[in-house]
């Protein structure tokens, strides 16, 4: 099966810049995804990006894609302490009758220091 | 605002007992929805798929009769965790497929299940 990977925790000060990184093994995967999970919350869905494109910029946000290595990362502009929480990156499956299954990695924790 | 409703939010319940968790897809038709588990500081693991009309269909390892899966309309689907024990606490999530890869799922907030 496939597997996606990511760091588990992260620690960073307000004001500097997270990066956060994940590795996912299925080749064929078209859409990679980036969640973001608050204590007790749900998931919001924070940006995605096509696997034919290398970079995409969302206000603080940046992710880089490098489909050679299948390499995703976040990169998180002026870390806030609002930004706590923990971050998963996802890969796409194309399920029966056209709908999406996504599969997880295991979340990384993002701990902001004021 | 949310697309997929869950209810409850929370619940706390003495071991045997069975609890039943509802996903509501709000405005929109979902014949598919998604269940997930996720246990302290883990990531989310898919339990089984829900079919609108037939038998869900489980994820390996996942036991048919403890997780009771009907998806009796187009716009919802329930869990039952049949007498539940204390190693069925989790936070369990539904999602219903959306029509666009730029947003994929739609998840409901979560459902916090403690077995005492």
């Known amino acids: 099966g496939e597997d996606v990977e990511q760091s588990l925790f992260l620690s960073v000060r307000e004001g500097d810049s997270s990066v956060i990184n994940c590795t996912y093994t299925d080749s064929s995967s078209t859409y990679l995804y980036w969640y973001k999970q608050e204590p007790g919350a749900g998931l919001q869905l924070l940006t995605y990006?096509?696997?034919?494109?290398d970079m995409k910029q969302d206000q603080r946000l940046t992710v880089l894609l490098n489909k050679k290595d299948k390499h995703l990362s976040l990169r998180i502009a002026d870390t806030q302490t609002g930004d706590s929480a923990i971050y998963f990156c996802?890969?796409?499956?194309?399920?029966?009758?056209?709908?999406?299954?996504?599969?997880f990695g295991k979340g990384t924790k993002l701990s902001v220091i004021p | 605002g949310a697309v997929v409703s869950q209810h409850p939010s929370w619940v706390i319940c003495k071991s045997g007992t069975s609890v039943k968790i509802e996903c509501r897809s709000l405005d929109f038709q979902a014949t598919t929805m998604f269940w997930y588990r996720q246990f302290p500081k883990q990531s989310l693991m898919l339990m089984a798929t829900?079919?609108?009309?037939?038998?869900?269909?489980?994820e390996q390892g996942v036991e048919k009769d403890k997780f009771l899966i009907n998806h009796a309309s187009l716009t919802l689907s329930t869990l039952t965790v049949t007498s539940a024990h204390p190693e069925d606490s989790s936070f369990y999530i539904c999602?219903?497929?959306?029509?666009?890869?730029?947003?994929?799922?739609?998840f409901g907030d979560g459902t916090r299940l403690s077995i005492l």
């Open positions: 999602s219903a497929p959306s029509t666009g890869f730029n947003q994929p799922q739609h």
């Open positions: 990006i096509f696997s034919n494109m």
């Open positions: 996802a890969e796409i499956l194309v399920s029966g009758a056209g709908s999406y299954q996504l599969t």
């Open positions: 829900s079919n609108e009309g037939s038998k869900a269909t489980y």
